[in-house]
Nanobody, 124 residues
Framework: VQLQASGGGLVQAGGSLRLSCAASDGTLSSYTVAWFRQAPGKGREFVAAISRSNNRAYYDDSVKGRFTISRDNTKNTQSLQMNSVKPEDTAVYYC??????????????????WGQGTLVTVSS
């Protein structure tokens, strides 16, 4: 499956942004969907995911309560609603799909299809 991410841009601290990711076929429901991010000079880090096995959402502590991940299998899309953004949220955001076990849901190595990345810049 191919993924196309969109929605990045420049936003002021405290503002909101919504990222979207469209899948090329109708198989999204068979995958765990996730968002990762990579800030300059840092590794790729887990942001959020929705498990295909129990349909629950999982978040990194740094975004819990501010970001919301969702999926629409009928439209083959997943989204990340980002609220109360902070300068430290500045990064390139990537959507991904895979079939990780729950204990590895935050491991980027468990995902095998990635979107091209969309840049989010939060100004202070």
């Amino acid at each position: 499956v191919q993924l196309q991410a969109s929605g990045g841009g420049l936003v002021q601290a405290g503002g909101s942004l919504r990222l979207s990711c469209a899948a090329s076929d109708g198989t999204l429901s068979s995958y765990t969907v996730a968002w990762f991010r990579q800030a300059p000079g840092k590794g790729r880090e887990f942001v959020a995911a929705i498990s295909r096995s129990n349909n629950r959402a999982y978040y990194d502590d740094s975004v819990k309560g501010r970001f919301t991940i969702s999926r629409d299998n009928t439209k083959n899309t997943q989204s990340l609603q980002m609220n109360s953004v902070k300068p430290e949220d500045t990064a390139v955001y990537y959507c991904a799909v895979g079939r990780p076990v729950l204990s590895a849901i935050g491991d980027p190595g468990m995902y095998y299809s990635w979107g091209q990345g969309t840049l989010v810049t939060v100004s202070s």
